[in-house]
């Protein structure tokens, strides 16, 4: 099958052997244990899950360590029938990335969610627990799809698969409201899906095939009419589905009314599904010059995007809804990418196959985000069950309560905000370098000013957490006891960027208002000692579930950047080959340059590569230190 | 030009007018239940004029499920959505800046889709001749159901799975504490003697058709999709007429014919990897009957499937519905 074979006695190359069967259980594995676990039913569906989650990731290990292995990518014909006649599957460096953190937030998600998902012992089966799990067996396998898929229609498939699975787990719960948020969702989604067949359509009456290798390389370096109406509908179709402004109105209802483990599988995952596409059908199937002009149009609205959410996620009152909306912002980012990488600066750099920071600090954009998103959904579904409510100006004494959910709580917003050493901060710090590097400083203002706007509203949160409530009723008794107590000190200590704010100004800030407020209930129950009392108790794994996640999120950043040419695996041949002939722009491009931004490695980012030295490994994968690969 | 060639342009022209005019009808009419009746027939007019674009599969599949089975969906919605109030046409009447902007915006798109599709390649790059050449390949004379059975087995493959999931998503709809209840929407409560007669006679005859479309589907324009959707509708049809029970979502049997067909599927498609050397390959010889053994199970399923959707929810305990 390939040359490794003939290195004995390695457990790779034996691995080698099967790569066409382990690029099909990606799809075959969660889809057979879904139809099982509907088969029989309630327990036996959960069990099964449960035993997929390790299978899967295993799954995911082994394709992404052949593949690192190989140092190519691997590809499989389905049924044996080459494209354009067949289907083709492949998994690139990009791909095997996600795969892998799809597996490891589905297995936290599935372990996460055994205490909200259990089938009642007096029933022989419940509604929402069955499923729950076949649904999210369902979605690992929609989503597995999308990123091995190399063929337009079976993307679409894959893509629809998504949107039925992720659609009734926003309604799980079963009330009004969810209803309302998931018809919606379901409206937006649909709508999506239709525009993307459209444009497949019109991809195959136009160059007759809907593979995307195929139909990049038939384009050559111009595009026909037809291609670009249908590159642009489909994007539309998918920004839809993603969420980006202005087609995002439903996803804040979606994702805050879900149940918790629900959410962060949407939030983390989802969305990143048809941006995945976004990518493919932007920097893999049309030519660059076309890419090039809508670039901006595209980072335009992830900048409003960004602001957007991160104005309205300070506004919410609620928890879940401050979450949702920064899901909002974070996913404006990964729209940066487009004219940080395709900008005529970068293009030698992407022929020449090395890495941009444009596209490693996209990447660790996505990623991070999914495990800090996840994490910090799951962890606002512990604090649910603790404290009965999700009210931000009501979260006092949840640092006794939780604590581990609050460490993982600013941890996964260290990583949001940018703050180092973490994923985010890697990413983000890649992206700024990226905006210097090609002189579009106008998106470095928009990632700084986002990056503010995240500190807002998570300082909010973790203020309210660590101070807010306690004081409200008995002012003077907790406040001694709250210094004693170890934790709140954590939130001023995590985010030193803001240390120089007006502190107590937010912190006394929610007390008046909540006590004002809180009528009833909820004033009785805090009552007592100035301090909420626990609803219901979190059990500790679960908590340290949420923790690990958040913690995968942070480990990312310390991560040498160098590593990451895994990235290019894939990519430095075909795909970037056609790059060449584009290298001289010739004014196709809407980026205007300013002069001094022309060389490919600024004096700018060498100063800023001195001055951040805690992120090792950085210096070295400037675009000009390319490692070659086999 | 000949004459024939002038009546298929003249029918062509009465077919799109037609369809144009029908479809803004359904758009603009206050009415519920005509705006479904127009959609009935729209999706009949639509079968034809994939007929006339010598597209039959297309056209029955469009026949069966667009001017069917999703009828019979949106008859069963607009009877059980309760009318609209004077508040919300109110509502509907403040709101006509945002549908003009929607119809400008769609019709900008379609005036778009227009002149890109005229200006297509001429002619058009097609894989009809590759798959001509491949199809002695895979043992069967249709090459729609090649394309569907053999060199896109896997799409057709998820397709199945697709609607597995749908189903699931139907169910989680049900409320609290109906799940071990029978579906509802169906069963008219005094079903008149003429429609319990043809719910006797029609189904056999249903079925007959059924089957017969599936098994030339391996040679002629028909398939299991289609006969399945069939299936669907004469079952439907029995329950109306109260002449059987609906199912309730707990029960095991109507699950095993949903997950039967993508579940044979899966494992011909696995043991192809032994057998013939790729996954979703079929070993030499056995294609034909191999593809029929898993279009008949999948027949089955869609039939299965579509039928439970459409056989609708148990009533939440309760309510209105329930107590009638």
């Not at chain 1, 075909?574 to 931004?597: K, N, Q, T, W, Y």
Request: hydrophobic share 55%.
């Amino acid at each position: 099958m390939t040359p490794l074979l003939i290195e004995n006695g390695d457990l790779l190359a034996g691995l080698g052997v099967w790569s066409d069967e382990l690029l099909v259980s990606l799809l075959v594995l969660p889809v057979l244990a879904m139809l099982l676990g509907f088969v029989l039913g309630g327990r036996a569906a959960e069990r099964i899950t449960l035993l997929t989650l390790p299978l899967g990731l295993a799954l995911a290990i082994a394709v992404a360590v052949l593949m690192l292995h190989q140092g190519t990518p691997l590809s499989y014909d389905i049924g044996g029938w080459e494209p354009p006649l067949g289907v083709a599957l492949r998994v690139d460096g990009l791909s095997a990335l996600l795969l892998l953190t799809t597996a490891l937030v589905i297995t936290g998600v599935g372990l996460y969610a055994c205490a909200d998902f259990a089938t009642s012992a007096d029933v022989k089966e419940a509604r929402a627990p069955l499923a729950f799990w076949t649904l999210l067996l369902g979605l690992w396998a929609a989503l597995n799809a999308v990123f091995i898929g190399q063929d337009l229609f079976n993307l679409y498939v894959a893509i629809e698969l998504l949107t039925f699975t992720a659609v009734p787990l926003v309604c799980l719960k079963g009330s009004a409201e969810t209803l309302q948020a998931a018809l919606r969702y379901l409206l937006f989604a649909l709508l999506g899906s239709v525009l993307y067949l459209l444009g497949a359509a019109l991809l195959y009456g136009a160059y007759g095939t809907l593979d995307i290798g195929q139909l990049a390389a038939a384009m050559g370096s111009s595009a026909e009419p037809a291609a670009i109406a249908a590159v642009v509908l489909m994007t539309a179709g998918l920004l839809a589905k993603t969420a980006l402004v202005p087609l995002h109105l439903w996803l804040p209802p979606a994702h805050a009314g879900a149940p918790a483990a629900a959410s962060a599988v949407l939030s983390a995952l989802v969305v990143k599904g048809s941006f995945y596409l976004v990518f493919r059908l932007w920097i893999d199937l049309m030519p660059l010059a076309y890419t090039q002009q809508i670039a901006q149009g595209l980072a335009t609205l992830g900048a409003v995007a960004i602001l957007l959410g991160g104005i309205m996620a300070i506004r919410q009152a609620r928890l879940k809804m401050l979450i949702a909306y920064s899901t909002l912002a974070q996913l404006g980012y990964l729209f940066l990418i487009f004219p940080l990488l395709v900008s005529p600066v970068m293009v030698p750099a992407l022929a020449d196959g090395s890495t941009p920071a444009a596209w490693t600090g996209g990447i660790l954009q996505l990623v991070s985000h999914a495990f800090a998103k996840a994490s910090m959904f799951m962890g606002a579904g512990l604090i649910m069950i603790a404290l009965g409510h999700d009210r931000i100006a009501d979260l006092g004494g949840l640092g006794r309560l939780l604590p581990i959910t609050l460490v993982a709580f600013a941890l996964s917003g260290l990583s949001l905000m940018g703050l180092p050493p973490s994923g985010g901060f890697a990413a983000k710090w890649l992206l700024l370098r990226a905006a210097i590097e090609t002189g579009q400083w106008w998106w470095m203002l928009v990632i700084l000013l986002g990056g503010v706007l995240t500190g807002v509203y998570l300082y909010r949160v973790l203020v309210s957490a660590s101070f807010g409530g306690a004081g409200a009723v008995v002012e003077a008794g907790p406040t001694s006891d709250r210094q004693s107590a170890s934790v709140p000190e954590l939130a001023p200590e995590a985010l030193p960027e803001l240390a120089s704010a007006p502190s107590p100004e937010p912190a006394s800030a929610p007390s008046p208002r909540s006590s004002s407020e809180r009528p009833g209930q909820t004033g009785q129950a805090q009552s007592v000692q100035g301090q909420p009392r626990l609803q219901r108790p979190v059990a500790r794994s679960r908590e340290l579930i949420v923790l690990t996640l958040a913690l995968i999120a942070i480990a990312l950043g310390m991560v040498p950047l160098t590593s990451f040419e895994i990235l290019q695996i894939g990519r430095g041949g075909e795909a970037m080959a056609m790059l060449e002939p584009l290298a001289e722009p010739v004014g196709l491009s809407a980026v205007e340059l300013p002069p001094s931004g022309l060389t490919p490695v600024p004096s700018v980012a060498g100063s800023l590569v001195a001055e951040m030295e805690p992120l090792p490994g950085v210096a070295g994968s400037l675009p000009s230190a390319a490692e070659p690969l086999p | 030009m000949n004459a024939v060639a002038i009546l298929g342009l003249l029918t062509d022209l009465v077919l799109a007018v037609s369809v144009l005019m029908l479809s803004i009808w359904i758009v603009l009419t206050p009415d519920r239940l005509r705006a479904v009746v127009g959609f009935l027939a729209n999706g009949i007019l639509i079968a034809l004029v994939w007929m006339r674009l010598g597209a039959p599969d297309v056209a029955l599949t469009e026949a069966i499920i667009g001017g069917g089975l999703v009828t019979l969906l949106l008859l069963g919605a607009s009877a059980r959505v309760p009318p609209e109030s004077a508040r919300n046409a109110f509502a509907d009447r403040d709101r006509w800046p945002l549908h003009l902007l929607a119809a400008l915006l769609a019709a900008v798109v379609a005036v778009g889709l227009a002149l890109v599709v005229l200006n297509l390649p001429e002619p058009a790059p097609s894989l009809a001749s590759a798959v001509a050449t491949e199809l002695p390949a895979t043992a069967v004379d249709n090459p729609v159901t090649a394309v569907l059975m053999a060199f896109r087995a896997v799409d057709t493959l998820f397709e199945t799975v697709v609607l597995v999931v749908a189903l699931i998503a139907f169910w989680s709809l049900i409320p609290e504490g109906a799940w071990f209840q029978r579906a509802g929407w169906l069963p008219l409560r005094e079903p008149a003697p003429a429609l319990v007669l043809l719910g006797r006679v029609l189904p056999p005859f249903g079925i007959l058709t059924a089957v017969h479309l599936f098994w030339i589907g391996t040679t002629l324009p028909g398939g299991k999709f289609q006969a399945g959707a069939l299936l669907a509708a004469i079952w439907a049809l029995v329950l109306i007429a109260g002449l059987s029970q609906p199912m309730a979502a707990a029960q095991r049997l109507p699950r095993l014919l949903v997950v039967m067909g993508p579940t044979v599927f899966f494992a011909v498609g696995l043991a192809g990897f032994w057998l013939a050397g790729d996954f979703l390959a079929y070993p030499s010889g056995l294609e034909k009957p191999l593809i029929l053994i898993i279009e008949a199970v999948l027949m089955l399923s869609v039939a299965a499937a579509l039928g439970l959707i459409l056989a609708g929810l148990p009533p939440a305990p309760g309510s209105l519905e329930q107590r009638r």
